[in-house]
C-alpha cells in the first residue's frame, strides 16, 4: 500500500494514477473489513514467513475466508487471498494449467499443484492448509528455494546428444516413443523430491526427478551406445538409483503421473545387467 | 540470499497421518527390521545359557516360557517376522519390476498385512499353550 501522499496538481498524470492506486486500496481495505464471502466460505491457513518483516520472522499460519466458487482450486483461493486480504502473500504461479511447474505447494499434507487442485477434491474442503514445499528453505511465505532441485536435474545432463554422425534424418520408432513417453511429462515442479524421505536424508541424492530425466535419454534409442554408457555412469552412482527405497511417496505425488518408481527400478535392473554383462 | 527458513522434520513424522500406503510399507518394514535385529542379541544370549551346561539351559528356557509376558513377546515376534518376510517378498517383486503400479503396490501392502494378521491369529493358541 502506497503511504505517498497523492499529488494535488491535477495535471500530473503521475500523480493521478497515485490517487486512483490509493482509491482501490481503500475499497480493497473496506471490502476486507467486511468480506461478503458467504456461508460456506473456505478457510484458508496459509503458511507465513518473511525474514525481512518483524513479525513474520517466526513462521506462523494466517487465515483467509475465500468465497466458495464451483471448481475453485487451491491457486485461486490464494491468489484471491492476496488481492483482497493481504497483498504481501507470496507465491510462485504463472500457467495456472499444470504445465509451467512453478506452484508445487505442501496442501493438506500432501505435495500438489495449487493450479491443479480443485479445493472440492479435497479430502477436507473446509479447511484448505497450504504450506510451502517440506524439504526445501523457505525463502518467503510459500515460495521455496529451488537451487538444489535444479541441481540435481543438471547432473544428469538433461539434455538430447545426438549421435555423431548421424546418417541424415534420425528417427525414433513409435514402440520408443511409447517408451518414453511418460518420462518426457515432467514439468520440473520438484513435487517428488519435497515428498521422498530418503532425499531429504542425502542432499546428494539425485531424486526422482532427476532420475527420470536420465531415464528419459537412457532409453532414446537416438542417442549413440557411448552416450547410454556414460548415461548409466551417472546413474548408477552411489548417490544415484541406489538410495530409491521404493517408498513410491514420488510417483504418489506427480501431478503428470510419472511412474517414478517403476522408472527407477527399471534403471536399477539396467545398471545390475550392464554390469554382469561380460560378452 | 539474504536469509531463509529450514522447516527441519516437521515433514516428516509430523505428517504421519497423511503417509500413504507406499510410505507406511517402508516405515513398518524398517521397523520390524530393527526389532528382528534387536532380538537376534536376545536369542544369542538365551542360548548362551548352554554355555553352563544342560541343566543351566533347560532351567533358564522353562522359566522363561512359563511366564505369559514372554508368550505374548513371542506372538509378538512371529507378527514382526511375518511381515518382514511377506513384505520382503513383496519388494523383491517390485525389484523385479512386477507390480510396481500405484495401485498394485499399495494392495500387495495391505495383502502383506492381512496375511500377517492372519498368521498370528491362527498361531496363538500355540503360543499360549500350557500357560
Ligand atoms: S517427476 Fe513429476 S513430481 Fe517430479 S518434478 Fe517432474 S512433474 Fe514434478
Ligand atoms: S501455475 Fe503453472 S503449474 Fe500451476
Known amino acids: ?279 | 540470499m539474504s536469509q531463509s527458513h529450514n522447516r527441519g522434520l516437521v515433514e516428516d513424522f509430523g505428517r504421519w497421518r497423511e503417509f500413504s500406503a507406499g510410505m507406511w510399507a517402508w516405515v513398518f518394514h524398517k521397523f520390524t527390521g530393527w526389532v528382528l535385529i534387536g532380538y537376534l542379541f536376545t536369542h544369542i544370549a538365551v542360548l548362551s545359557s548352554a554355555l553352563n551346561g544342560d541343566a543351566a539351559y533347560t532351567q533358564t528356557l522353562q522359566g522363561l516360557e512359563q511366564l505369559a509376558v514372554v508368550r505374548v513377546l513371542e506372538v509378538g515376534l512371529l507378527a514382526v517376522a511375518a511381515f518382514h518376510i511377506l513384505n520382503g517378498i513383496r519388494l523383491l517383486f517390485i525389484d523385479l519390476g512386477v507390480g510396481t503400479a500405484l495401485d498394485t503396490q499399495e494392495k500387495s501392502f495391505y495383502a502383506s498385512l492381512i496375511l500377517t494378521g492372519i498368521i498370528v491369529v491362527v498361531s496363538v493358541p500355540v503360543f499360549l499353550e500350557g500357560l
Open chain 1, 1 to 279: 500500500m502506497s503511504t505517498q501522499t497523492p499529488d494535488t496538481d491535477d495535471s500530473d498524470p503521475q500523480a493521478e494514477r497515485m490517487a486512483r492506486k490509493d482509491e482501490r486500496a481503500a475499497e480493497r481495505e473496506e471490502a476486507a473489513s467486511t468480506p461478503d464471502v458467504g456461508d460456506d466460505a473456505i478457510t484458508l491457513k496459509v503458511f507465513r514467513y518473511d525474514p525481512e518483516v518483524a513479525d513474520k520472522q517466526e513462521p506462523r499460519f494466517d487465515t483467509f475466508h475465500v468465497p466458495r466458487e464451483p471448481g475453485i482450486t487451491v491457486l485461486d483461493a490464494l491468489i484471491y487471498a492476496r488481492d483482497t486480504y493481504d497483498s504481501s502473500l507470496t507465491f510462485r504461479h504463472s500457467c495456472r494449467q499444470a504445465v509451467c511447474g512453478s506452484d508445487a505447494l505442501f496442501i493438506n499434507g500432501s505435495q500438489r499443484l495449487g493450479c491443479q487442485t480443485q479445493i472440492a477434491d479435497l479430502n477436507d474442503s473446509e479447511t484448505v492448509r497450504v504450506e510451502p514445499l517440506p524439504h526445501r528453505e523457505v525463502v518467503k511465505d510459500l515460495v521455496v528455494d529451488m537451487d538444489h532441485f535444479y541441481d540435481q536435474m543438471d547432473a544428469v545432463e538433461p539434455y538430447f546428444s545426438p549421435k555423431e554422425d548421424p546418417d541424415g534424418e534420425q528417427l525414433q520408432s513409435r514402440e520408443n516413443r511409447e517408451k518414453i513417453k511418460m518420462s518426457t511429462r515432467c514439468i520440473w515442479c520438484g513435487a517428488c523430491m519435497s515428498s521422498c524421505n530418503v532425499a531429504a536424508g542425502d542432499n546428494e541424492y539425485l531424486g526422482p526427478a532427476a532420475i527420470n530425466k536420465a531415464y528419459r535419454f537412457y532409453f532414446d534409442e537416438r542417442e549413440g551406445e557411448d552416450r547410454q554408457e556414460e548415461r548409466l555412469r551417472i546413474i548408477e552412482q552411489e548417490h544415484g538409483v541406489w538410495r530409491c527405497q521404493t517408498q513410491f511417496s514420488c510417483t504418489t505425488v506427480c501431478p503428470k503421473d510419472i511412474p517414478l518408481t517403476e522408472h527407477i527400478q527399471e534403471l536399477k535392473r539396467e545398471a545390475v545387467k550392464q554390469n554382469l554383462k561380460f560378452w
